[in-house]
């Protein structure tokens, strides 16, 4: 996908599960022996395009992964698949695991959803919020590429949302997931992209807003 293909019709960025559970070194997954490095290192990329995003204007939604503090909505990914999420503690609601990483913090007039599942669609006000403000286009990045991330973007182009994936702005703690997951979604379910491109496309969409 070539800078001059990208086409920002009606854009919101979507940021997925950037917490402290998922990309801090003392966090619930390093605390099970995940390396969580290749995770923190989206969190600059998600920052340019955040920055990015508030200065075209463009709406700013994050989701968090929540349990509740007893793990009663973990279903079978905690009960049966990971059970050591619940041991680790991992995104219980108001933990500090849970909480998104300072450098990504929410601003006033953001969209801050949670979820209990992989995808951010699922049992949530995702979509009547992106409904409501016209949106047509996502910009998506986040942790873990293969998990949340690739969910949520399948999800979201079956509802014919154009989607657009920024590579360095996606994390998972396994490399060969992290690639697979690219490929899947970039072969039928969204335009996987550079960082840079992006940027430019929303700073072109800020000159164009500020006529």
Same mark, same amino acid.
């Given at each position: ?7 920002? =019709? ?24 995940? =390396? ?129 994936? +920024? ?26 992209? =550079? ?12 000159? +164009?807003?500020?006529?």
């Amino acid at each position: 996908m070539s800078e001059a293909a990208i086409r920002l =019709d009606h854009p919101a960025l979507l940021i997925i599960d950037m917490q402290h559970g998922f990309c801090d070194p003392n966090g619930s997954m390093a605390r099970m022996g995940f =390396d969580v490095a290749p995770c923190a290192a989206a969190i600059e990329p998600c920052r340019r395009l955040i920055a990015a995003a508030r200065a075209s204007q463009v709406p700013v939604f994050y989701t968090r992964y929540v349990y509740r503090a007893d793990y009663a909505d973990g279903g079978f990914l905690v009960n049966e698949l990971i059970p050591a999420l619940k041991e680790a503690g991992c995104v219980a609601e108001g933990s500090w695991d849970a909480e998104i990483v300072p450098a990504l913090a929410p601003q006033p007039g953001d969209y801050v959803i949670d979820k209990n599942r992989f995808s951010a669609f699922y049992g949530t006000r995702l979509e009547p919020f992106l409904r409501s403000l016209g949106v047509r286009t996502l910009i998506v990045g986040g942790v873990t590429t293969n998990m949340c991330v690739e969910t949520t973007v399948r999800d979201a182009s079956q509802r014919d949302y154009r989607v657009y994936v +920024v590579r360095q702005a996606t994390g998972e703690v396994d490399p060969a997931r992290h690639a697979g997951a690219l490929t899947t979604m970039g072969f039928g379910f969204a335009y996987v992209v =550079d960082l840079d491109p992006m940027l430019e496309a929303l700073r072109q969409l800020a000159g +164009v807003a500020a006529v």
